[in-house]
C-alpha cells in the first residue's frame, strides 16, 4: 500500500473537466476564435509555456511525492509525446520541452489517467507546494510534512481569492531538525516544531530569490495546526490586498514586507485573522485526519542485512556509492537511496523513459512503490531494507543512475539556461557539465560543494544560495557568468557575495581552478569543507584566487 | 530595447508545434533558417513580418539580426545561434532534423 495521497472522485472529476475545458480552449485558439493574447493566459493556467525552441508542459508533482504508477506514466508521455525524456526541477516539477499545443490535451488527459495534472504550475497563483525529500523517512523529523503540505495543496488549488494574486507563490515545508527544502527561500516557509500540543509551525515570509533576494523572516512562532490555515489565509489575503501590481518585479511579498516593516506586516495579519478565523468551521480539520491516514508510514519488516554488510566489504565501487548516496532512515535496516540524475556530462534533472521505468520498477520491487523528486533535481527512492542496496545499487548503474556524487561538486543545480528558456541571457546546462567533467577525478579530494548555476537573474537555479554560486549574464552579446560565494539554503540561510565582474566560460573555468586549489591549500584539513573554509575565512582569499591572473594582467 | 540593424530575417514559433520558423521569399513559414529571405531594410522585413503574420500559424514574430557570408545566413547574437541549433545537451541524441514536424 503507498502511503502517499489518493485521488477520490472528486479529485479526477475536477481534473477532468479541467482537461475538457482547456481542450475546447485550445480547439478555439487553432479554429483562431481564441487570439493568442486571449488564449496565453489560458495554457499558461494548465502549465503550458512556448520557450525558445518549443512548447514545454510543466507537470505538478506535489511535494515531489510519485507513485511507480505515476512515474512509468512521465515515462510514456515523455516517449509519445515529447522527446524521450523529462526534466525534474528545483521545484520538485517536472517539465516536457518538446510538446506540441495540439498534443497537449491528450497529455493533460494523460495525466488525468495517473491522477497528476499542471494545474498552477504557472501564473500569479499558490505554485507546488514543496517538502523534504526524506519526509516520512528522516531520522531528524518530528512527522512526516507532507500530510500538511498536502492539506494546503488542496486549499490553495482553484482557491476563489488567490488566482490572480500580484505575482507568483511558493510555499515549503520543512519538518526536520535540518531544513532541507530551503524554506526561507520561499515566499512562505513552514517549519514544523512541537507546539504544546501537538505539531505547530513556525512560519516565515518574504524569502525568495529572483533579481532581490531575500531571506524569509520568522513572523510567526509555533502556530497549532488549527491556525494554520487561517494564519495562511490571511496572509495571502494582505499581501492579494496590498502588493503591488504596477511593477512586476516589486510584486513578491518580500517586497511588501520590506516596504511595512514586520511588526506593521504582522498587526495587519492578526488583523485580517479576525474575521478570517469564523470562516474555518473545523471541517478542513476533518479532512486533515483523513489525509495523515493516508500517509500512514508502512510496515518495514525487518530482514537481515548481513547480504548487504558483505558487499560493502567487498566491493569498493559499491561502498563508494553506499557512502554518498545512502542516507540513514527513521527505521533500523533501512535507508534512503538517492538516484543521482547529475551523470557527470548530463544536464542535471534529465531522465531518459527507461531511467524512469527503471527507477519505477525498483521503486515497485524494493521500495513500497514510492518515489521522490528533489529540489537538488535527483529522485529519491525514500525506504528500502539495507538488504536490497545490493540489487538495488546494480540496477541503477545499469542505466547510469548510480553516479557515486551526492552533494559533491558534480551534483550541482542548473537551470534549463538559455538551452531551453526564453528568459535566459546565458546557458547554464553545458556550464554545469563542464564542471562535473573537469573536476570528476577531484571531487572525492574536494568533498562536498554545492554549485548552483543560474541563467539569468530570475535565478531558477538558487545561485544565490550554493557555496558556489554561478549567474550567466548577456554582457555586450558574449556569454558572461558571475560568481557568488557563501551562500547556503537551511534554516540559517546566507546569501552569497558576489565576487566581482564575470567571466567568460573559458575564464570561468581556470578561474574555478584557482579557486579550489586555493581551497586545497587553505583548508585546516582534509574534513574542513569549502564552505567551512570559506566560514572560516570570509570570502577574500577566493576573491583573490579567482581574480589572480586578471589581476597579474 | 536596442534597436535592430539589417539585415535581418523574420522567425516565429509555429502555433501548432511551437517549432522555430522563419519567413521565406514566397512568405512562407520553414523550418530552414538557411533558406529564410534576408531583408536588407528594417522597414520591409517588419512589412512583410505583418502581412504573414495573421495570427493563425505562427506566434510571437520578431526581427533577427544576421550577416551573410559567402551566402550562409548566421545569427549576430548567440540567443538567436542557440534558438536555430537547438539544446546542445541533449540527452535523446536525437537531432533536429529528425524531430521537425511537417508545417
Not at chain 1, 23 to 39: C, H, M, N, P
Not at chain 1, 349 to 373: H, K, P, T, Y
Not at chain 1, 473 to 490: F, I, M, S
Amino acid at each position: 500500500m503507498q502511503n502517499l495521497y489518493r485521488y477520490n472522485a472528486f479529485d479526477r472529476d475536477f481534473v477532468r473537466e479541467r482537461v475538457a475545458q482547456y481542450r475546447d480552449q485550445v480547439g478555439r485558439r487553432l479554429s483562431g476564435a481564441l487570439t493568442e493574447d486571449e488564449f496565453k493566459p489560458l495554457r499558461l493556467m494548465n502549465g503550458v509555456y512556448l520557450q525558445l525552441h518549443a512548447y514545454m508542459l510543466r507537470v505538478a508533482i506535489p511535494y515531489g511525492t510519485i507513485s511507480s504508477g505515476q512515474l512509468r506514466g512521465l515515462a510514456d508521455i515523455a516517449e509519445r509525446w515529447d522527446h524521450g525524456y523529462g526534466h525534474f526541477t528545483t521545484r520538485q516539477n517536472i517539465q516536457f520541452n518538446w510538446p506540441r499545443l495540439v498534443d497537449t490535451p491528450d497529455i493533460l488527459d494523460a495525466l488525468a489517467d495517473i491522477d497528476m495534472h499542471a494545474i498552477q504550475t504557472s501564473g500569479n497563483t499558490i505554485r507546488n507546494v514543496t517538502t523534504d525529500q526524506f519526509a516520512g523517512a528522516a531520522l531528524d523529523e518530528i512527522a512526516d510534512p507532507r500530510p500538511y503540505a498536502e492539506w494546503i495543496r488542496q486549499w490553495s488549488t482553484d482557491h476563489p481569492e488567490f488566482q490572480f494574486l500580484p505575482r507568483k507563490f511558493k510555499i515549503a515545508i520543512s519538518a526536520g531538525a535540518e531544513d532541507r527544502a530551503a524554506i526561507r527561500a520561499h515566499d512562505i516557509g513552514l517549519r514544523m516544531v512541537r507546539g504544546e500540543e501537538g505539531p505547530a509551525f513556525d512560519i516565515y515570509v518574504g524569502g525568495g530569490l529572483g533579481r532581490t533576494p531575500v531571506v524569509g523572516e520568522r513572523v510567526f512562532d509555533a502556530i497549532p495546526v488549527d491556525a494554520l490555515l487561517p494564519h495562511l489565509e490571511a496572509i495571502l489575503s494582505v499581501y492579494n490586498l496590498t502588493g503591488r501590481r504596477d511593477n512586476k518585479y516589486k510584486a513578491r511579498i518580500k517586497i511588501l514586507l520590506q516596504s511595512v516593516g514586520i511588526n506593521d506586516f504582522k498587526n495587519q495579519i492578526n488583523e485580517a485573522l479576525q474575521h478570517i478565523q469564523d470562516t474555518f468551521n473545523g471541517s478542513e480539520l476533518v479532512r486533515l485526519d483523513r489525509i495523515i491516514e493516508q500517509f500512514a508510514i508502512p510496515p518495514f519488516p525487518l530482514r537481515c542485512v548481513d547480504p548487504y554488510l558483505d558487499a560493502v566489504d567487498a566491493d569498493p565501487a559499491f561502498r563508494q556509492w553506499v557512502e554518498r548516496n545512502v542516507t540513514p532512515h527513521r527505521q533500523e535496516g533501512y535507508s534512503s537511496v538517492t538516484v543521482s540524475l547529475k551523470a557527470h556530462g548530463q544536464a542535471p534533472g534529465d531522465a531518459s523513459a527507461s531511467q524512469m521505468r527503471r527507477v519505477a520498477a525498483l521503486a515497485e520491487a524494493f521500495g513500497f512503490d514510492e518515489i521522490r523528486v528533489s529540489h537538488q533535481q535527483n529522485l529519491v527512492l525514500p525506504h528500502v531494507s539495507q538488504a536490497d542496496l545490493p540489487a538495488i545499487y546494480r540496477e541503477l548503474a545499469e542505466v547510469g543512475l548510480a553516479t557515486p556524487n551526492i552533494g559533491l561538486i558534480s551534483d550541482l543545480i542548473a537551470c534549463p539556461g538559455m538551452d531551453y528558456c526564453a528568459l535566459a541571457t546565458a546557458r547554464s546546462i553545458p556550464i554545469g557539465q563542464a564542471i562535473a567533467n573537469r573536476y570528476a577525478s577531484l571531487e572525492a579530494t574536494l568533498g562536498p560543494i554545492s554549485i548552483k548555476i543560474s541563467g539569468c537573474i530570475n535565478a531558477c537555479g538558487h545561485h544565490h544560495i550554493g557555496d558556489v554560486g554561478i549567474l550567466g549574464l548577456d554582457k555586450a552579446g558574449v556569454e558572461n557568468y558571475q560568481v557568488t560565494l557563501g551562500g547556503r539554503p537551511g534554516l540559517d540561510a546566507a546569501l552569497g557575495e558576489k565576487m566581482g565582474p564575470g567571466f567568460s566560460e573559458s575564464e570561468l573555468m581556470l578561474a574555478l581552478d584557482r579557486m579550489f586549489s586555493a581551497y586545497l591549500t587553505l583548508r585546516e584539513n582534509s574534513s574542513e569543507s569549502f564552505a567551512d573554509t570559506v566560514g572560516r575565512l570570509g570570502v577574500n582569499p577566493f576573491r583573490d584566487a579567482l581574480y589572480e591572473v586578471a589581476r597579474a594582467a | 530595447m536596442s534597436r535592430v540593424k539589417a539585415p535581418v530575417v523574420v522567425t516565429a514559433n509555429c502555433l501548432r508545434s511551437g517549432q522555430v520558423v522563419y519567413l521565406n521569399a514566397a512568405h512562407d513559414w520553414i523550418h530552414a533558417l538557411q533558406s529564410a529571405v534576408c531583408f536588407d531594410t528594417i522597414e520591409a522585413a517588419t512589412d512583410a513580418m505583418a502581412a504573414a503574420d495573421d495570427g493563425a500559424v505562427v506566434i510571437g514574430a520578431y526581427l533577427v539580426p544576421v550577416t551573410k557570408n559567402t551566402g550562409a545566413i548566421s545569427p549576430t547574437h548567440y540567443r538567436e545561434a542557440i534558438r536555430f541549433d537547438g539544446p546542445g545537451a541533449y540527452i535523446a541524441n536525437v537531432s533536429r532534423s529528425a524531430k521537425l514536424v511537417p508545417l
